[in-house]
């Protein structure tokens, strides 16, 4: 229902909505050099337990070790010097040795060459920082420990400041886009046509911003956990791969299988995480169809079905969340025993070449020289640190899933395009008033089934304009082309000479005003009501719209903070008739060419009806007014009426020219006329 969508690759689309957040590029350069600074003050402290073990366990200080490492440097190379000067008089002094000894003592000259080289240029590292370790660093055991202490406390502050900093640019950038994103969603929504309103139903754009949410959600862990953790990973990988990078490469055999194994697992996660939110969609529309219907649905009786509904998607949907928790659980085992792997391995390699004083694992070699106790555990240090990262990331492969799932729905959002829309040269509408010309107008909702057929139309300018008919007939269809809420499938609706698809939307509508059967309030009270038809109106011009609209009074009189009453959502404070006088207000402020009426008094009581009616009577005229209505109160202002049936026009004429040629409008009017007279009767 929410994913009928070409498929497409879901880190496409998750990338698609991930630019929105590049306006804010120089708080992401930030963001990504402060996870940088830290991931480094991180790798820092894991170093400094190099001097510390030193001191302790081998009882050596830094100025001392760098001395004995470039003795023991020179050492092995006089001992390799003096291998090779060995192998040299071996192959000189004997002319009959074997030419396969010779070939085998020339490549091992070669390779203590390559040692000798090795050597030499450990040696100048070391020479090059013996001044600066010989006149920074002390030799006293206690103090050169209570330094490092020190500079640990100073690296855990900047840290700490610097997360801070972090947090903050992470709370812009996702700040931002949040309100960026929803801004464009919630543009992009009222956009829509009316149509998808009308076959999805609100809940279905309610649902697409739910999921917006849960992308935004996913910022936080892009550019944070995403983001800062796995570079912690890397630099502790870069700091173990300085001290012996064969040794890492060794520890991650492994890796590849358990990559598999993750991508296996995200796939699963993204499907399991599609069918559960698309069963809290269709959970969400079953709660509004409850709400909204709340008063069928105690008056019929119907509250036990709708709760074994409810319950029925309820337990539906604990389902599949369980499945998406146990496929998501999953995760953590894999990247746990990742990185026990990776630490086993590591180890038992170090304790090999430490302890048995080794340069080779299963003759391939691992390190030049052997590794002491105080750098094995240094190694082991930053692959612990960078294995505490890994494990964090297990709790980000489901966000990220769901959000990839999140994207795919809010990428569907932005990027569907209304039918009904601005051309991109639109033509300028006529200033003067103009006659609306329906020709040979068709419309099917479906495509197939035309609910109007075959109209042809003139309505002049200044004209009232009065549709009846029985109900499904197509009036409120044909109006609603109009202000273009639908176009025809077929011919073409016009002001003046211009075809309205041709003309800019804001133009056309700036022209008309709307008053229906379902009069809708905003949330606000009523002077900001009946301002929404012109939000530039002054105070006194809301006045003067209310009183023409016959509301004035009703407005200080009757309501108990006048024009500041809250109205309440959809208005639900007022009743029917101060509804519908607000709304009547709202469309007069307006001061439109084109007024439309749909079954604007359907909902009232005679006496509001007639009230509603005379206001309109000295309103409309010099303005072209097009109403649909099942009374015939209006008929007396209506200079033409029209009446349809099963989508055609049927007749047109006055009252007079109706009542003498066609049966169904004067049933129609006998009817009603009989139903006012009992109800009029019944007052009185």
């Not at 229902?1 to 804010?24: D, E, T």
């Amino acid at each position: 229902m929410f994913f009928k969508r070409k498929k497409i690759s879901a880190a496409k689309n998750y990338w698609q909505v991930m630019k929105m957040s590049f306006r804010w590029k120089y708080t992401i350069f930030a963001s990504i050099v402060l996870a940088i600074a830290i991931a480094f003050l991180w790798a820092i402290n894991i170093a400094a337990v190099f001097p510390v073990i030193k001191v302790a366990v081998e009882g050596q200080s830094l100025p001392g070790w760098v001395q004995t490492s470039i003795e023991d440097t020179d050492e092995r190379i006089a001992q390799k010097n003096s291998e090779i000067d060995s192998l040299q008089k071996k192959i000189n002094g004997n002319k009959q040795l074997a030419k396969i000894e010779q070939i085998k003592a020339r490549d091992k000259i070669l390779s203590l060459e390559d040692e000798i080289k090795k050597e030499v240029k450990s040696r100048n590292k070391f020479v090059a920082v013996q001044p600066y370790v010989e006149q920074y660093i002390p030799r006293d055991a206690f103090t050169l420990v209570g330094l490092v202490m020190l500079f640990l406390f100073g690296c855990a502050a900047l840290r700490c400041v610097l997360t801070l900093f972090s947090s903050l640019a992470l709370h812009r950038i996702v700040g931002r886009t949040e309100n960026a994103l929803y801004f464009q969603f919630y543009r992009k929504a009222l956009r829509q046509d009316m149509d998808v309103f009308a076959r999805k139903g609100t809940m279905s754009e309610v649902i697409k911003v739910m999921f917006t949410s849960g992308i935004v959600n996913s910022f936080n862990i892009f550019y944070g956990s995403l983001l800062r953790e796995p570079v912690k990973m890397i630099v502790c990988l870069c700091g173990a791969a300085l001290i012996n990078w064969r040794l890492v490469l060794l520890t991650m055999i492994v890796a590849p299988i358990a990559i598999w194994g993750i991508a296996k697992l995200s796939k699963a996660i993204r499907k399991s995480v599609q069918a559960m939110l698309s069963l809290e969609g269709a959970q969400a529309a079953n709660y509004e169809a409850g709400f909204l219907a709340a008063p069928i649905v105690k008056a019929y009786g119907r509250e036990f079905a709708l709760r074994k509904s409810c319950r029925s998607l309820l337990n539906t949907l604990y389902i599949k969340r369980r499945k998406v928790a146990i496929i998501s659980s999953l995760s953590h085992p894999v990247t746990e025993v990742l990185g026990i792997f990776i630490l086993a391995v590591g180890m038992l390699g170090g304790a090999w070449l430490t302890l048995r004083g080794e340069t080779h694992i299963l003759g391939v070699r691992i390190c030049d020289v052997p590794m002491g106790p105080a750098t094995l555990i240094t190694f082991f240090a930053f692959l612990i640190a960078a294995v505490d990262p890994l494990r964090k990331m297990s709790g980000i492969i489901t966000g990220i899933q769901e959000s990839f799932v999140f994207a795919d729905m809010v990428i569907a959002g932005l990027e569907s395009k209304p039918k009904v829309r601005t051309p991109a040269n639109p033509v300028e509408i006529p200033h003067r008033e103009a006659a609306i010309t329906f020709e040979n107008i068709s419309f099917a909702y479906n495509g197939t089934d035309k609910v109007v057929e075959d109209v042809n139309l003139q309505i002049n300018a200044g004209e009232t304009v009065v549709f009846v008919g029985p109900n499904g007939c197509g009036k409120t269809t044909l109006v609603n082309m109009i202000p273009r809420f639908y176009d025809p499938c077929e011919g073409e609706v016009r002001l003046g000479d211009v075809s309205l698809r041709n003309v800019r939307l804001s133009s056309l509508r700036r022209r008309i005003s709307l008053v229906t059967q379902d009069t809708i309030l905003f949330d606000g009270n009523v002077l900001e009501n009946i301002r929404y038809g012109k939000p530039n109106a002054t105070d006194q011009e809301v006045y003067e719209a209310a009183k023409r609209a016959k509301v004035h009074d009703i407005i200080l009189n009757r309501l108990e903070n006048g024009y500041q009453t809250e109205v309440g959502l959809i208005g639900g404070c007022l009743s029917g008739g101060q509804k519908q006088r607000v709304a009547l207000a709202r469309a007069f402020i307006r001061d439109p060419q084109i007024l439309l009426l749909d079954e604007a008094t359907s909902q009232v009581d005679l006496a509001s009806e007639k009230s509603i009616y005379e206001a309109i009577e000295g309103y409309i005229r010099g303005r072209t007014v097009v109403a649909i209505t099942h009374r015939l109160s209006i008929l007396e202002l209506a200079d033409k009426i029209v009446v349809m049936n099963n989508g055609k026009i049927v007749d047109v004429g006055t009252h007079l020219e109706l009542m003498d040629r066609c049966q169904w409008y004067q049933q129609q009017f006998f009817t009603e006329w009989e139903e006012k007279n009992k109800a009029q009767a019944k007052v009185a």
